[in-house]
Nanobody, 124 residues
């Protein structure tokens, strides 16, 4: 069964850090672009970061530049999103998704497999 499972969300204070994990099963994530998206309450889903099949990071969200880093562990079939200097506006449900190909896209329609999401809350 092809699926993605996110973990690592939680409550963190402003300025803190979290590392989200996206574990793939039923396929090898190293052959696909894997993206992270988020959706805040009352807002549309937006792209955050993506890693291509060749492990090139693409920032999909301007505000994430310099704060968020995406990486892949092929042996664990897992993609990570390291988030530093978190702000209250980063509060959202974060989803990982498998691209339809090897390149990244900010368009969620170019992703065919989605995880269930993990909630990140940034508050004091």
């Amino acid at each position: 069964q092809v699926q993605l499972v996110e973990s690592g969300g939680g409550l963190v204070q402003p300025g803190g850090s979290l590392r989200l994990s996206c574990e793939a099963s039923g396929f090898s994530s190293r052959y696909y672009a894997i993206g992270w998206f988020r959706q805040a309450p009352g807002k549309e889903r937006e792209g955050v970061s993506c890693i291509t099949q060749s492990n090139y990071q693409t920032d999909l969200l301007y505000s994430a530049k310099g704060r968020f880093t995406i990486s892949r562990d092929g042996a664990k079939n897992t993609v990570y999103l390291q988030m530093n200097s978190l702000k209250p506006e980063d509060t959202a449900v974060y989803y990982c998704a498998r691209g339809v190909g090897i390149e990244c896209s900010s368009d969620s329609n170019n992703y065919s497999v989605w995880g269930q999401g993990t909630t990140v809350t940034v508050a004091s």
